[in-house]
């Protein structure tokens, strides 16, 4: 099963100029919660999600309008491919840690997300012949990895730092 078979089509996507209120509503309207950033040539820059938003209007002293994406999105973006094998998808998403990736084509433009929704929804099912199907032990296997202990970092406010 190729990952083109499983993900959501045509993403919503920003501009690293696009004001974090804007991104809000963008995600609002399309029922999303990442959204890829893309510059010159519409080629993914990176990707804020809707936790960046969250965390950076309750960290810093700036309204929603003045912010913009730019300054909050993650840069090192790791994505897929459309022809790439959905069972390598996965494994991608447990290592990293990510709940989604960015699909992108040979030249670096966004064709659609794949997420974890997208791979439990498709798992099990038998449809695609000659291609061995997502089990919902990998399925699992991968969720645990995924979603395993995790501790946040801790920055140091000690007087003096």
């Known amino acids: 099963m190729k990952v083109k078979d499983v993900m959501t089509q045509s993403a919503v996507c920003c501009t690293a100029g696009t004001n974090v209120g804007e991104a809000v509503e963008l995600m609002w309207v399309h029922n999303c919660g990442m959204l890829p950033v893309t510059g010159t040539g519409g080629k993914?820059?990176?990707?804020?999600?809707?936790?960046?938003?969250?965390?950076?209007?309750?960290?810093?002293?700036?309204?929603?309008?003045?912010?913009?994406?730019?300054?909050?999105?993650?840069?090192?973006?790791?994505?897929?491919?459309?022809?790439?094998?959905?069972h390598e998808a996965l494994q991608t998403m447990a290592k990293k840690q990510v709940r989604r990736l960015p699909v992108v084509n040979e030249q670096g433009v966004p064709q659609g997300i794949l997420s974890m929704d997208d791979i439990i929804t498709h798992g099990d099912l038998n449809k695609w012949q000659g291609c061995r199907e997502l089990s919902a032990e990998e399925i699992v296997r991968a969720l645990k990895r995924l979603y395993g202990q995790r501790k946040p970092a801790v920055r140091s406010h000690a007087a003096g730092t």
């Open 44 to 86: 993914l820059e990176g990707i804020v999600t809707d936790r960046d938003i969250s965390i950076a209007l309750g960290t810093r002293n700036r309204l929603a309008g003045e912010l913009t994406v730019g300054e909050i999105a993650t840069k090192n973006v790791v994505t897929c491919k459309p022809e790439d094998e959905i």
